[in-house]
């Protein structure tokens, strides 16, 4: 099992930035990626960044230019910022890992955070 504990989020005013950390524990050989979706409500869940073990980083062009997604393998943990953040940006953030069980079996599996709230408002 792994269990991934967000932190970060909560109030933040327009055109400040929002900074999130996400760490993940447990059994499991090594993370293959790391990313942030958002769900805003009555919406489905999207991507906000993504991080893979590569160093590759992808972007929703909407967003590019005002998010960073930092994943650390080593230590397990990805952090997002998200500069001059607007009303429209409130939504809960959930962290996403995928790992490898294992090291003799390619096994993957998916793992979401809880989510944590971030409201936009002065």
């Known amino acids: 099992q792994v269990q991934l504990r967000e932190s970060g989020g909560g109030l933040v005013q327009p055109g400040e930035s929002l900074r999130l950390s996400c760490a993940a524990s447990?059994?499991?050989?090594?993370?293959?990626?790391m990313a942030w979706y958002r769900q805003i409500e009555g919406k489905k869940r999207e991507l906000v960044a993504h991080?893979?073990?590569?160093?590759?980083?992808n972007y929703p062009y909407r967003l590019r230019g005002r998010v960073t997604i930092s994943g650390d393998y080593g230590k397990s943990t990805v952090s997002l910022q998200l500069n001059n953040v607007e009303p429209e940006d409130s939504a809960i953030y959930y962290c996403?890992?995928?790992?490898?069980?294992?090291?003799?079996?390619?096994?993957?599996?998916?793992?979401w955070g809880q989510g944590t709230q971030v409201t936009v408002s002065s």
């Open positions: 996403y890992v995928q790992i490898r069980e294992s090291e003799a079996r390619a096994v993957v599996a998916d793992y």
């Open positions: 447990g059994n499991f050989f090594r993370i293959n990626r």
């Open positions: 991080s893979g073990r590569d160093g590759t980083t």
